[in-house]
């Protein structure tokens, strides 16, 4: 094993709570979802949300290979939301029990975070802003309180603690 940070508890753990903010997160933006919002279309060269979130499981099942230490990427989606959303979090539900076990970590956390962690975190901003577009938008929240809890990433995540309305960022 490669020095760095796979052989370090507390990157597993910060790892973990990583995974634990990437479900929070996309539990809020995939709840309450509007119906059509699944096949919406926002541009001949954009997926429809339903593609990003069958792209979402598949980088977890690309993120559980790599937790493995392989390496397998293989695109599986389907058209349907519900199957898509599941899949997304029992993929995130068993990269973190890979994270959680006992004994060395067989993987790469550097290509865990860097490749499919990141990866998904982008998407989930992208389904964020698609939903704003459809007119749906997702509540803004100070992320920095909520309550995320490492172990935590199934689609049932504590209420929001702190929303707000409008822009933080503006002036």
Avoid: C, N
């Avoid at 977890?60 to 790599?66: D, E, F, N």
């Avoid at 076990?101 to 067989?106: E, K």
Wanted: glycine share 10%; no cysteine; hydrophobic share 45%.
């Amino acid at each position: 094993m490669a020095p760095g940070l796979t052989a370090d508890a507390s990157a597993r753990a910060v790892t973990r709570h990583l995974a634990a903010t990437l479900a929070y997160r996309a539990a809020k933006v995939l709840r309450d979802a509007p119906p059509d919002f699944a096949g919406a279309t926002f541009g001949p060269s954009m997926r429809r949300p339903v593609q990003i979130v069958a792209h979402l499981a598949d980088l977890l099942a690309w993120a559980v290979s790599l937790a493995r230490g392989d390496y397998v990427w293989k695109a599986e989606g389907s058209d349907d939301w519900d199957v898509e959303v599941g899949r997304f979090f029992a993929g995130l539900a068993a990269v973190d029990r890979a994270l959680a076990a006992d004994g060395p970590f067989p993987g790469s956390l550097e290509k865990l975070i860097q490749g499919p962690l990141a990866d998904a975190l982008t998407h989930v901003g992208q389904l964020a802003m698609l939903r704003g577009m459809a007119g749906v938008p997702v509540r803004p929240e100070s992320y920095a309180r909520a309550e995320i809890v490492a172990g935590r990433v199934g689609r049932e995540q504590t209420p929001p603690g702190v929303e707000f309305d409008g822009d933080a960022s503006a002036r």
